[in-house]
């Protein structure tokens, strides 16, 4: 059941990536929904096999959820943020997430920050990235401006402490304590 759940998730997340791609006009709820079903769908899908594994309790499993989603959400969020990167150590090309017209936190955090009317027009840019591949940079300076880089930050660290905190019900033990060093590790990468 939880691998066939997984693999609905991911079929759906794709196609809402492609749907909204199209429309250009993800929101954060459509964004959280992608990336859970194309990224944390799969944490969750291999931590909950492994509780369940060793007959652990429902109070445990549930734990267990919080903790993947939220640490899958924060690395998918990580990754989106590398798309904003100049850094050449981080080993992502610049912007490659907009030529494929994906709307992700750092953008959305950006356009939160202006006008209706200057959003929408954003959003034309990455609607019309293919015949304008030029509107890259054009966004990647709009969001550097409209600081979304420090917005996708502070959700990310707000995901970090919610994986860090979901492992509170767990005994305490090397394990938690390699598991929240996981998390704060998947906050902090540079790469």
């Known amino acids: 059941h939880i ?3 997984t693999l609905s ?5 794709e196609m809402l990536q492609l749907q909204k791609a199209d429309t250009g006009d993800t929101g954060i709820d459509d964004y959280i929904r992608i990336i859970y079903n194309k990224t944390a769908s799969l944490f969750v899908s291999a931590s909950l096999s492994a509780a369940i594994s060793v007959n652990a309790t429902p109070q445990m499993e549930e734990a267990v959820v919080e903790f993947s989603t939220a640490l899958g959400l924060a690395f998918q969020i990580r990754d989106d943020i590398f798309d904003y990167s100049m850094d050449p150590e981080v080993g992502k090309p610049v912007g490659v ?3 494929e017209q994906k709307i992700t936190l750092p953008l959305l955090g950006a356009l939160e920050s202006v006008s209706a009317e200057k959003a929408a027009g954003i959003r034309r840019l990455v609607s019309s990235i293919h ?3 030029g509107n890259r940079d054009v966004i990647i300076d709009f969001v550097k401006e409209q600081d979304g880089v420090a917005y996708a930050e502070k959700r990310l660290g707000e995901y970090i402490e919610k ?3 979901a492992l509170d019900v767990l005994p305490d033990s090397c ?6 060093e996981v998390a704060r ?3 902090a990468r540079s790469k």
């Open 185 to 187: 590790y998947v906050g």
């Open 175 to 180: 394990y938690r304590r390699q598991l929240a």
């Open 163 to 165: 994986a860090v905190s």
């Open 131 to 133: 015949e304008n591949p």
């Open 97 to 99: 997430d907009i030529l």
């Open 9 to 13: 998730d991911l079929a759906e997340g």
């Open 3 to 5: 691998f066939s759940k």
